[in-house]
């Protein structure tokens, strides 16, 4: 179809012409208006002007109704060609999509890339996220009704449907929800589990057993996990764990191939909640546990020391609220893989101060040899464990330390076995109770000039105080770019401010402006947090904080005031 000559003929033009220019006399229509406005009725108007108008109006009324006639066909001839414009335009836009549009050309494998980021995005980074309250968010099923190649493209993509977010109180409030759940399962294929599943074990809802129909569905896949974390409240946990561990050993029983590999085969990463009590569930869980050659990471309530118990052998993150019958040297030359150890309190066995005792020692550790740990960061309550158990460890990678420098601890030889490592200590977290101490956290600090950033907390207003002015006059951490300090203040302290000033001297000390550059530079001390527990204290506090360093914030320096309730 060519457009080269014009559509309409010169006649037609010819036509059109005459429709788009009528003949008017303007005199007459001038006189028309002058006699409506002057009020004239038509007794008045002359016979001969009379006949003039008249005329034109038995004239203009078939002139009319040709324009019509005109204007009518026109707009359907214009409608039609309108509706073919745009049919056109859709069946090009489709065709230049296909053969032009970048996401098109794109490989699949960049494509499903594409996929995963946005899957990710939001306010979960699971691919289906069922939380107790909110809406339901999911991704990847949204992507697959876009069209009928990203649908085939994502449902033959199961690593897109493998992430999942649940609260069983889901289930109350949206029935269906449930159906969206096995869906993402469905998907996942044989693809490794991502998971987080916030249990409710509030027996007065409805919908407790398709809750636990979603964990037998779980439970049945899990020779998948890959990441778990199973949010279980205390009250009815112990049910929880012990029907977990059945039915666990249903499967095993039904799969003999599971026998050697366990029901965890793949699993690195399991949380539970720290607050839970070492009870006969939990117990039998742990015993599922045995067989789990891949675990890295394991947060929860307890770890205890056990030849049935958890597979520890590939361990690099244990972050545990008690440590059941063993010391924390023992643990660490047990475990050569860790690299991060929190633990909140300690109870070793009864008989035995440290259970790694020389007679009872595995036997391919020798406590008398010297043990190099890749340990990284290490929280702990306290090291007051029997000297050959520090004595025979050296930590060379240690980069993080948080612990209570209580009055029992300081004699202790976990600080010489530090000093032996040659650690390069980054991180320094402290408790501190009684000023007499300030002096050998002094010391402490010393010997490790290579300190960036140091937490102290105190337990009050004097002993914070003391250890600052200390902390001044020694020139302790020279290197250091963040300080927090923390302390629990009295009501009747809070008059008290000379801690303030305390505050802004180290800082003012630690920290300089160098104006030569554009903007101005900071060195030393980058960043000041103070934590307090009043809320008098706090506005006191952060008033004068804030106006002392002003200048330094003007320059970049960071400060931050915090509360905690008590």
Known sequence: MGFSSPLLCSNCLSNLDILTEPLVDTELHKSVSNLIRSGFGRSSIPSQKFEQINAFVTESSETLEHYHKAITEIEGRLLAM?????????????????????????????????????????????????????????????????CSWWRTSIQSSPELWSSIEVASRRFQFNPSSFELFLKYI???????????????????????RVAERALDVLLDNSTRWRRAALIVPKHGSNDW??????????????????????????????EIPRHLPWASGLISFFQTLTVCPRLQIYHGTVFSWSGSSIDISHLRELSVTFLFGESIPGLIRRIPTLQCLFIEYVKLNLDLEDPIAFDEAPSHIDPREISHSSLKKIQIPNTHFSPQSWNSLRLPDLKHL????????????????????????????????????????????????????LSVDFSSAEVLRAFLGYFKLENLAPNLRALEVGCKYRPDE?????????????????????????????????????VLNHQNSYLIVDHFIHTNLAHLEAAGFQVEMRKVTV
């Open 186 to 208: 469905s998907y996942s294929g044989n693809h490794p589990l991502d998971f987080c599943y916030d249990l409710d074990t509030d027996y007065r809802f409805n919908s407790r």
């Open 82 to 146: 309108k509706t073919a414009h745009d049919d056109l335009q859709r069946r090009f836009d489709d065709a230049r999509s296909l053969i032009s549009s970048p996401i098109r050309n794109l490989p699949s494998e960049a494509l499903n890339e594409i996929f995963a980021w946005i899957c990710q995005r939001g306010n979960s980074s699971h691919s289906l996220s069922l939380r107790e309250r909110g809406s339901i968010s999911c991704p990847t099923l949204e992507l697959s009704w876009v």
């Open 402 to 453: 948080q612990i209570d420098f209580s009055r029992q601890s300081i004699d202790a030889p976990f600080f010489s076995m530090l000093e032996d490592s040659k650690c390069q200590l980054e991180t320094l977290r402290v408790r501190m109770s009684s000023t007499p101490l300030k002096a050998a956290l002094g010391h402490f600090l010393t010997l490790h000039p290579t300190l960036l950033y």
């Open 241 to 270: 764990f012990l029907h977990a561990a059945s039915r666990l050993a249903s499967n095993v029983a039904r799969n003999p191939e599971r026998a050697h590999i366990g029901s965890f085969p793949i699993l690195e990463y399991l």
């Open 494 to 530: 809070i008059k008290d401010a000379s801690l303030c000033p305390s505050i802004c001297e180290v800082v003012m000390d630690r920290c300089t402006i160098h104006t030569e550059g554009d903007p101005a530079e900071l060195y030393g001390l980058q960043a000041l947090t103070v």
